[in-house]
């Protein structure tokens, strides 16, 4: 999709840079027609909306500034759209751009017209095979981009996940998420220095993004993740066992149960790297090659 107009992150007092880069365009509410709320968050409402002179639809984030403060999530916020401000991918929910007034801060985000992937799964019960196979491969695709850029997403999940308008997934939420770099950074002052050790460990912590998403495989199969009990307690104490069952209903093909077992190992190097995860016979037969889940 191409923007009629160029949609950045920016700062509102940005200035032209030393090579006489124009100034960025600095968005006010009045540039939107809002439309109808798409639905409430935390922190605030989200409207559809329209920006007036493209005529581009987008999803307007609206948080109140004192409860982000309340909160102390302004932190996490900035760092969310510093993240996604960055990201680029099909599967990558786009975040164009941010302005504040006095009270809120709004971003501007693509709009994923078919909403949330968690109410498809609670309306289904589970998805079928091909269905997930091509969920869990645009989303290996996208983790694997991130990862390449360095960030690591951290937070997985259905209720993070938006279905955009072809039914292609789109990874929300980036306020766990890290930048590795920023880690590396703060804990060695230059990255020149790093033993080798410690660049493999930015490699590692990708890995929580395999353990994710070898969850929310599980999850799309079944309808339940795979470690859920009664008591916070008891599903801490099945995640540390990697205590994985597979019920015998639903029926899950033993390609699948292959696959979520070769993700959800507790050695953090020993997690299928996502890239062979993309060639497991499981994906190969049932992932639409389009990467796209049309029902
Ligand atoms: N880009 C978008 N396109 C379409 N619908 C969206 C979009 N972003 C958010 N929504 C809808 O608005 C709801 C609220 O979104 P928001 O991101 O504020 O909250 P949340 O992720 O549910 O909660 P939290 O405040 O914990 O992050 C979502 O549940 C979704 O239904």
Sequence with gaps: MVMAIAMESQ???????????????????GDFDIGKPLGRGKFGHVYIAREKRSNHVVALK??????????????????????????R????????????DQKRVYLILEYAAKGELYK????CKYFTERRSATYVASLARALIYCHGKHVIHRDIKPENLLVGSQGELKIA?????????????????????????MVESVEH??????????????????????????EHSDTYRRILQVDLKFPP???????????I???????????????KLLEHPWIVQNADPSGVYRG
């Design 249 to 259: 209903k639903p029926v899950v093909s033993a390609a699948a149960k292959d696959l």
């Design 205 to 230: 912590d990708a890995s929580v993004d395999i353990w994710s998403l070898g969850i929310l495989c599980y999850e799309f199969l079944y309808g339940v993740p795979p470690f859920e009990a009664e």
């Design 62 to 87: 609206v948080l109140f500034k004192s409860q982000l403060k309340q909160s102390q999530v302004e932190h996490q916020l900035r760092r969310e759209v510093e993240i996604q401000s960055h990201l």
């Design 173 to 197: 939420d980036f306020g766990w998420s890290v930048h590795t770099f920023d880690r590396r950074r703060t804990m060695c002052g230059t990255l020149d220095y790093l033993p080798p050790e």
């Design 261 to 275: 077992s070769q993700m959800l190992v507790k050695d953090t190097s020993k997690r299928l790297p996502l890239h």
């Design 89 to 100: 991918h099909p599967n990558i929910l786009r975040l164009y751009g941010y302005f504040y």
């Design 120 to 123: 498809e799964l609670q309306k």
């Design 11 to 29: 700062q509102p007092q940005q200035k032209a840079s030393a090579e006489g880069a124009t100034e960025k365009k600095r968005w006010t509410l």
